[in-house]
């Protein structure tokens, strides 16, 4: 039986209230109180995925070729394909939190159940602008003991679409990044392409924008001054209660 | 005569050992005289060292102080006096808090490659907190330190040590612009007037320089930084 519960805390992440504590759900499930943490100056997050499931799976590894729905995700920000693989693992999931894009600095925060076996975490969400971006935890074992815990998040590349940077589509497989509205007014355009063809075709550490300082030309639709990273991007703070 | 005050009675609580004498020669003293034992100092020795390549760091600035005490918080704006330090790397606004306990500040800049050690006190308090921060002086606003640490787990001869991220300060543009970058690249302005950026801490996006395609830039590409930008390394000396 897989749950999903979404709990919105906008900005009282940083309290975690008693209530939380009494919604365990069976004496054997672990209840785990989940926020993810934007630490970038200027890359979204689309809908973010959480999902607690058995360690013989995971969502993504590096230097293997990605799946296609983590491409879907990585690509267009559409989680849609790794919720029913999940799901059919008999996985917890904790869809969307942010209840759509997460911006720079933000929090979203959710609950979580897991049932027996649903050992490890996994957490994924597109990066925007990046052409198949994401942020990612690839099966972080669930301690057993309550407490609090503190988990920093690197950005990886799909290796699925060349970094052109340039404005485009969600879709897989098509060039260019897919702009939702809060992006549009802070993207250059005009960029003529960076990239063109895939390096590394595996899932890999992501080797950053370079954007460029030229709103309406030169290589990047990217702004290189503010939509840069350095790792860590995310920073998952994970309360167990039993 | 009373000795006792409110003040002292935090230190008390782990100093265990208060003498009462005097008391049985007056039935009509109500403030038994109490002889304290000598003040309980705590002292932490604080190693800053710069793991950067080529960004030298402002004088160090270290506190201790109450959980109460936060120097910055990610998607929060900085205060005036974090600004000021991650403008023109001048810790003097962050430690003249009075709400601190006691602070200590390095008189130098600290090379790349540099480590300097500061040592910092405070008397009767065993669940101090400790902050440490400092520029990145070749950049509009970078900044690197620890934020509010508990000490109290920390015995004597115990080190806590933490590889530390660099933050933005969020509060001047990244342009990276002649005059705007106190350090030795540029030796511009420091602090700036207002809140000209995200005016929200984050995670430093890091340096984009001149060579990597930001033209107003006077950066090169030795001034770029990765993370951790430095390490921070407190043992407790008693």
Same mark, same amino acid.
């Given at each position: 039986?897989?749950?999903?519960?979404?709990?919105?805390?906008?900005?009282?992440?940083?309290?975690?209230?008693?209530?939380?504590?009494?919604?365990?759900?069976?004496?054997?499930?672990?209840?785990?109180?989940?926020?993810?943490?934007?630490?970038?100056?200027?890359?979204?997050?689309?809908?973010?995925?959480?999902?607690?499931?058995?360690?013989?799976?995971?969502?993504?590894?590096?230097?293997?070729?990605?799946?296609?729905?983590?491409?879907?995700?990585?690509?267009?920000?559409?989680?849609?394909?790794?919720?029913?693989?999940?799901?059919?693992?008999?996985?917890?999931?904790?869809?969307?939190? /942010?209840?759509?894009?997460?911006?720079?600095?933000?929090?979203?925060?959710?609950?979580?159940?897991?049932?027996?076996?649903?050992?490890?975490?996994?957490?994924?969400?597109?990066?925007?602008?990046?052409?198949?971006?994401?942020?990612?935890?690839?099966?972080?074992?669930?301690?057993?003991?309550?407490?609090?815990?503190?988990?920093?998040?690197? /950005?990886?590349?799909?290796?699925?679409?060349?970094?052109?940077?340039?404005?485009?589509?969600?879709?897989?497989?098509?060039?260019?990044?897919?702009?939702?509205?809060?992006?549009?007014?802070?993207?250059?355009?005009?960029?003529?392409?960076?990239?063109?063809?895939?390096?590394?075709?595996?899932?890999?550490?992501?080797?950053?924008?370079?954007?460029?300082?030229?709103?309406?030309?030169?290589?990047?639709?990217?702004?290189?001054?503010?939509?840069?990273?350095?790792?860590?991007?995310?920073?998952?703070?994970?309360?167990?209660?039993? | 005569?009373?000795?006792?005050?409110?003040?002292?009675?935090?230190?008390?609580?782990?100093?265990?050992?208060?003498?009462?004498?005097?008391?049985?020669?007056?039935?009509?003293?109500?403030?038994?005289?109490?002889?304290?034992?000598?003040?309980?100092?705590?002292?932490?020795?604080?190693?800053?060292?710069?793991?950067?390549?080529?960004?030298?760091?402002?004088?160090?600035?270290?506190?201790?102080?109450?959980?109460?005490?936060?120097?910055?918080?990610?998607?929060?704006?900085?205060?005036?006096?974090?600004?000021?330090?991650?403008?023109?790397?001048?810790?003097?606004?962050?430690?003249?808090?009075?709400?601190?306990?006691?602070?200590?500040?390095?008189?130098?800049?600290?090379?790349?490659?540099?480590?300097?050690?500061?040592?910092?006190?405070?008397?009767?308090?065993?669940?101090?907190?400790?902050?440490?921060?400092?520029?990145?002086?070749?950049?509009?606003?970078?900044?690197?330190?620890?934020?509010?640490?508990?000490?109290?787990?920390?015995?004597?001869?115990?080190?806590?040590?933490?590889?530390?991220?660099?933050?933005?300060?969020?509060?001047?543009?990244?342009?990276?612009?002649?005059?705007?970058?106190?350090?030795?690249?540029?030796?511009?302005?420091?602090?700036?007037?207002?809140?000209?950026?995200?005016?929200?801490?984050?995670?430093?996006?890091?340096?984009?320089?001149?060579?990597?395609?930001?033209?107003?830039?006077?950066?090169?590409?030795?001034?770029?930084?990765?993370?951790?930008?430095?390490?921070?390394?407190?043992?407790?000396?008693?």
């Amino acid at each position: 039986m897989v749950r999903s519960k979404v709990k919105l805390s906008v900005m009282s992440t940083l309290v975690v209230s008693a209530t939380a504590f009494s919604m365990v759900s069976s004496l054997q499930a672990a209840e785990l109180n989940v926020t993810v943490q934007n630490l970038t100056q200027g890359i979204y997050f689309t809908p973010i995925l959480v999902s607690a499931h058995s360690s013989d799976a995971s969502l993504f590894e590096l230097g293997d070729t990605a799946s296609t729905e983590l491409q879907a995700m990585a690509e267009g920000g559409d989680i849609i394909g790794l919720v029913s693989l999940t799901d059919s693992l008999s996985a917890n999931n904790l869809t969307n939190p /942010a209840e759509g894009l997460l911006a720079p600095a933000q929090s979203a925060q959710g609950m979580l159940s897991t049932d027996d076996g649903n050992t490890v975490l996994s957490v994924v969400a597109m990066m925007l602008p990046t052409n198949d971006g994401f942020i990612g935890l690839d099966n972080w074992p669930i301690p057993t003991e309550a407490g609090t815990y503190t988990v920093y998040l690197n /950005a990886y590349d799909a290796g699925t679409e060349a970094n052109d940077e340039v404005r485009g589509s969600g879709m897989p497989g098509m060039a260019g990044f897919p702009v939702p509205g809060p992006l549009a007014p802070l993207l250059g355009e005009g960029g003529t392409g960076l990239d063109a063809t895939i390096a590394n075709a595996a899932v890999n550490i992501h080797p950053g924008n370079i954007g460029d300082d030229n709103e309406s030309g030169g290589v990047s639709d990217v702004n290189n001054t503010v939509q840069r990273w350095l790792n860590p991007v995310a920073k998952v703070t994970i309360v167990i209660s039993e | 005569m009373k000795l006792f005050t409110n003040k002292l009675r935090v230190g008390l609580v782990t100093a265990s050992i208060v003498v009462i004498a005097g008391c049985s020669d007056s039935d009509n003293n109500e403030d038994p005289e109490i002889v304290l034992p000598a003040p309980v100092p705590y002292t932490y020795q604080v190693t800053v060292t710069n793991l950067t390549h080529a960004q030298p760091l402002s004088p160090i600035a270290v506190a201790l102080h109450s959980s109460d005490v936060k120097w910055w918080s990610i998607g929060e704006a900085a205060s005036d006096a974090l600004a000021s330090l991650a403008e023109s790397g001048s810790n003097e606004a962050l430690l003249s808090n009075a709400a601190l306990f006691s602070s200590a500040a390095g008189n130098a800049p600290v090379a790349p490659g540099e480590s300097v050690t500061l040592e910092i006190s405070v008397d009767d308090i065993a669940n101090a907190h400790i902050s440490v921060a400092t520029m990145l002086v070749n950049t509009n606003d970078a900044f690197s330190g620890v934020n509010g640490v508990d000490l109290s787990s920390l015995e004597v001869g115990g080190v806590y040590q933490r590889n530390a991220h660099v933050y933005d300060a969020g509060t001047e543009e990244n342009t990276e612009a002649m005059g705007t970058i106190p350090g030795p690249a540029d030796s511009g302005e420091g602090n700036s007037e207002g809140r000209e950026a995200h005016d929200v801490v984050t995670l430093h996006p890091g340096v984009v320089t001149a060579g990597d395609g930001l033209t107003t830039s006077v950066l090169s590409a030795d001034h770029k930084f990765d993370n951790p930008g430095v390490r921070i390394s407190i043992t407790r000396m008693e």
